[in-house]
């Protein structure tokens, strides 16, 4: 298995305040990304990242920042938390963009907003 | 306009019985892969099975096969002799030769049920 996690896995928080997640790899990968999954959506795409200090917008990016500082790190960020981004959140890391190599996700985090 | 389409929100098999998950794709692009991830109820989502656009052969990893249709641009998961394990949701995606930055676009997902 590859060495992703995630922190907090759960957290509960109220409108309008900052929350940040933190993505924590192991395997010195310079691809990470940031989706969230919602019923009937799949997963989309908010954030990702092809190396330290190096991020780009996904798809559903309104409302998120991140940052990468380190290549171990990718932390996501919602500056003013509202219900809309009640969600689970999934990090993943890839090695390269090589179309077949496959990303891998970490555990998830639960997040709700009240 | 949906890119990938699993039009089946849920399905059901008996054990041990092979079981096909949908999945439709659309893209203009030549160059392009498709990957199936299984989400169990523990919620982690567990990469299963890759196939590339310019690959002339089906891929199989174990139990798990890929009905690849390029012309019809489907992309079906086979899982052979289902067992409980195997009940979770199953998503279809695609990463475009043109995409970039390596987006994975998912489907809705299909949610199997292997019953004893």
């Known amino acids: 298995d590859a060495g992703i996690t995630q922190s907090p896995r759960h957290k509960v928080t109220e409108t309008g305040t900052p929350v940040t997640l933190r993505c924590h790899q192991t395997?010195?990968?310079?691809?990470m990304y940031w989706y969230r999954q919602d019923p009937g959506h799949g997963l989309r795409l908010i954030h990702y990242?092809?190396?330290?200090?190096?991020?780009d917008k996904g798809e559903v990016s309104d409302g998120y920042s991140v940052s990468r500082s380190k290549t171990e790190d990718f932390l996501l960020t919602l500056e003013s938390a509202t219900s809309s981004q009640t969600s689970v959140y999934f990090c993943?890391?890839?090695?390269?963009?090589?179309?077949?190599?496959?990303?891998?996700f970490g555990p998830g985090t639960r997040l709700t907003v009240l | 306009a949906q890119k990938i389409t699993q039009t089946q929100p849920g399905m059901f098999v008996q054990e041990k019985e092979a079981v096909t998950l949908d999945c439709t794709y659309d893209t203009s692009d030549q160059s392009y892969g498709l990957f199936w991830y299984k989400q169990p109820s523990s919620g982690e989502m567990i990469f299963l099975i890759y196939?590339?656009?310019?690959?002339?052969q089906n891929a199989t990893e174990g139990r798990y096969s890929l009905n690849f249709q390029k012309a019809r641009k489907s992309a079906n998961l086979v899982i052979s002799a289902s067992q409980l394990g195997d009940s979770a949701m199953y998503f279809c995606?695609?990463?475009?030769?043109?995409?970039?930055?390596?987006?994975?676009?998912f489907g809705a997902g299909t949610r199997l049920a292997v019953h004893p």
């Open positions: 196939q590339g656009s310019y690959d002339e």
């Open positions: 990242s092809y190396g330290v200090k190096d991020t």
């Open positions: 395997e010195n990968h310079r691809y």
């Open positions: 995606a695609m990463r475009e030769g043109s995409g970039g930055y390596n987006k994975l676009i």
């Open positions: 993943a890391i890839s090695e390269s963009f090589d179309l077949n190599k496959a990303q891998y």
